[in-house]
């Protein structure tokens, strides 16, 4: 991602030119950092000690990173239930099924639940994969109600003794109340037979800004416990994760690099952290 591979050669050269700073902050800024964070990182930058200028910037940008645990939830006595939820277009369908491979090939059961009912082609989707991992699909009737989808699916997952159950939730563009009911009652309908222990919500990196004004409303209408930041295979610059942890002090759990099923990974912040260097 190389997002402070410049920053880095400029301060270990030991003398940046205003002009040559100007630059930096302009690349930083257009790479979806954010102007507070670019700010901060330069305004660190030109204190640090040359020789020292991989740890000083490190420092800096490692503090921005969430402290919670990205590790997915993992109940040995109970069914662990995830919610996707997102804007429709982010990859929230193809998470799903990703998702639920990743947990498949770790030897674990899981059910999927097809709760975006006001997408036909939703269902479709999530059948398709559904079928090529290999495991089972909940779903309702079109345009019907997802939490009577949720109830199916938390039946079925307790009466089944599934280990996993990601319910993929509908992503219409909401208003913050809108957004509340709808999520409100699928979470209420699920956790009256059993707890909803994650809510991950699906970004796509390539909306860079856009992305946190949406992770904003849907962290004031639910309890969202990570993101699945998808796309970075593609056009995104990189800065909009740094950018998500430090605003929200959320973790990233996992990150989509393509459009196959093998294509999502844990995100690890060490390894991350390297490659802005690289
Ligand atoms: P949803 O409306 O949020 O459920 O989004 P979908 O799961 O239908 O995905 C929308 C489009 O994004 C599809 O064409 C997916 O193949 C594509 N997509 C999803 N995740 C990724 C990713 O990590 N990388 C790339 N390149 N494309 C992705």
Redesign the pocket.
């Known amino acids: 991602m190389s997002l402070f591979k410049r920053l880095f050669n400029a301060v270990r050269s030991g003398s940046v030119s205003n002009e040559e700073w100007d630059e930096i902050r302009s690349t930083l800024i257009s790479a979806d950092l954010g102007v507070n964070l670019v700010n901060e990182v330069i305004t660190q930058a030109k204190l640090a000690n040359p020789a020292d200028a991989k740890q000083s910037i490190t420092t800096v940008i490692g503090q921005w990173l969430s402290t919670k645990d990205r590790r997915l939830v993992k109940n040995s006595d109970r069914v662990s239930t995830i919610l996707i939820v997102?804007?429709?277009?982010?990859?929230?369908?193809?998470?799903t099924a990703k998702l639920a491979n990743l947990i498949k090939n770790d030897q674990k059961t899981v059910l999927l639940a097809a709760a975006?009912t006001f997408?036909a082609a939703?269902v479709d989707?999530l059948q398709t994969w559904a079928k090529r991992i290999g495991i089972e699909v909940v779903s309702g009737t079109a345009n019907g109600d997802p939490a009577a989808v949720a109830y199916s699916a938390i039946t079925e997952a307790k009466s089944g003794n599934y280990e996993y159950l990601i319910v993929?939730t509908a992503?219409r563009l909401h208003t913050k109340e809108n957004l509340m009911q709808e999520l409100g009652k699928i979470i209420r309908v699920i956790e009256k037979h059993s707890p909803v222990d994650e809510i991950l919500l699906?970004l796509d990196a390539t909306t860079g800004q856009n992305g946190i004004n949406q992770a904003k409303v849907f962290i004031d209408a639910t309890g969202v416990t990570g993101f699945i930041l998808?796309?970075?295979?593609?056009s995104a610059k990189g800065g909009v994760s740094l950018a998500l942890e430090k605003e929200f002090g959320l973790p990233i759990k996992f990150i989509?690099?393509?459009?196959q099923l093998a294509?999502l990974a844990p995100f690890e912040p060490e390894q991350y952290l390297l490659s802005l260097f690289e």
């Not at 997102?86 to 998470?95: A, P």
């Not at 998808?230 to 593609?234: E, F, H, N, S």
């Not at 989509?256 to 459009?259: I, R």
């Open positions: 997102g804007v429709n277009g982010t990859g929230k369908t193809t998470s975006d997408r939703a989707q993929d992503g699906v998808t796309k970075l295979d593609g989509g690099t393509g459009e294509d």
